[in-house]
């Protein structure tokens, strides 16, 4: 009886994660092919921001919550991953190449950053303030890139103003045969689900598995022989390639500019993964989503007379605080403690019953 | 030589700026290691309380160094009761909860002030030298700098609530077993790091003038010097702010500000990369 007990364990978590992703497909799978059957262009092209930035959230998420690496200038491979495939398809015309180098350049760019900061043994607060403060760097730069002098072959920089320009990605090796709206949608949800469980896959292997243990224990991984330098500057190339990714698909549903590699972008992500869950990888999707549901509904109700006091600052602002100290563990952390405990109290119930038999059978 | 003496001057009033900016924050950091992200969002808090209490016919001077410290610090003081205390020896979600508060700020400010530029103009007129001019208002700062820095290393060094402070900065418990109350240490660092930062974003504000999210200007900068300064509060924060004020203005000459801006950014990266601990914590460790 006990034995079988203990068994059934591993077997159930299996069971419940396989449905859990069998739901979060469903999920994604409805909204690639539901969505456009109904909804207007503006929704769609903001659902495909949605997904764009789930993605962003997910490559944090890949190395705050499973590396440990907390990143506050994630910002600055979104941007770079936009501006790179902005000026290379305004110089090369095609974009099938140009949308490759939006997600190679960014990785490389983290690989440089990277060695410099994990060779240096640099942690914590540290690595805070770098790479803030190379995103700091790259917003400041860009900003005053207007004129002439700071254009890239034939792509204006543009400065303050962005790139409005921006060209929309192209079907592969037809220049100027632009995808639509619907398209990029579908492109953007299909390379989410692409992403998601290509991250849950990565953690199931033996290099998700060291991963782990770096951040439980970096000491200790080291002194088992572990390069934990090469482990997190592999991680965070592939989260600046995410990243990259990202400020792709967001060039093609708005353009690229300066923003990108702000602050306020770089902390978003951060919300998002607090409110979401830290150490999950739904959880920062489901922030995400929800997070820019509240923030664009909070925009429109500021503009209503009577409320201008709805500031989305101010909201998000009291939202992180009260998460950081009451919800720690996000969401998805509440959501199971909550399912934990009504099993518990669904347990209670016939336990106490066989206990109060144990008791009185001999 | 005037030119000389001007770049001086410039490098001088970049050196001020930077120690005002970061003292309150390395006071927090320093003493409890606590990083405060809501510091920008101090300053700015600061500059509206003098701008407001002018606005209402106060002095400008007292404006700027009674009311505004006054205000973030009485502040500051709340926020350590209802937030920080709760957070204590967990870095990163202090960082996190600031970040919360900061974003709370400029949200709060801008539905109470509105999302403009506000102002008032620099008092002491400005001054010539041989063929350039220069706001003598900037020379005062600097004084003001040197004169914070000054005042805080006699308190520390020959004070009782020196002596209280630096003991419980090495070693909370063992100041405790002597009697202290650590958690009220705490509390009366993390209000005068707030008043600090509200004096500095008083005094600052005729220069940048203040609008909600001035924080982020400030932000960066301060946390680059005090982490750069490393363990030691004063003199890290001042070497610190020595070296990459003149960094700063030395690139602005020679390029652009914004460049001159990049400059001082990408000197702090290389810093931290060749003294990871900061420049206190591998010379001069033994200083204040």
Redesign the interface.
Known sequence: MKAGRVKAGPVKAGRMALAGNLAVLAAGLAALFGLPAFAETYLIINSTIFAAFAILALSLALIWGYAGI?CFGQAAFFGLGGYTYAVAAINMGETTLPALMAVLLPALFAGLLGY??FW???S???L???T???S??FY??V??TAGEQWNIGDAPLGGFNGIPSTPILNWPGRAGDQLAPEDIFALSVGLLLAVYFGCKLLLATRFGRILVAIRENETRAELLGYDVRLYKLAIFMLGGAMAGLSGLLFANSVFVSPTMFS?PVS?QI??WI?IGGLGTLIGPVIGCILMQVLTNWLGTVSQIKGF??V???????????I???LV?RGLTGLAAGVWSWLKGLANRAPAERSATREQTDP | MDYLVILLLQIGSAVASLVLMSIGLAVIFGMMRVINLAHGEFLMLGGYAAITAFNHGVNLWLAMVVVAPLAVGLFGAVVERLVIRHLYGRLIDTMLATWGLSLAMIGFVTVVFGNTVSGISAPLGSLSIGAYRTGAYEIFLIGVAVLLLVAGWLVLRFTRYGLIARGTMQNPAMAAALGTNPSAVYAVTFAVGSALSGLAGGLLAPLSGVVPTIGAAYIAKAFITVISGGAAILSGTAIAATLLGAINTLATFAFTSVLGEVALLVAAVVLLRLLPQGITGRFFRRAL
Request: proline residues 5%; glycine residues 12%; neutral net charge.
């Open positions: 907390l410099f900061m240096g043994r640099i914590d607060v540290y805070g303030v770098i803030l403060t190379v700091l760097i400041r730069f900003n005053q602050l902390g951060i919300i607090i201008g006091w500031d989305p600052n101010l909201v998000l602002g009291v939202l992180l605080v998460f950081v100290l720690p």
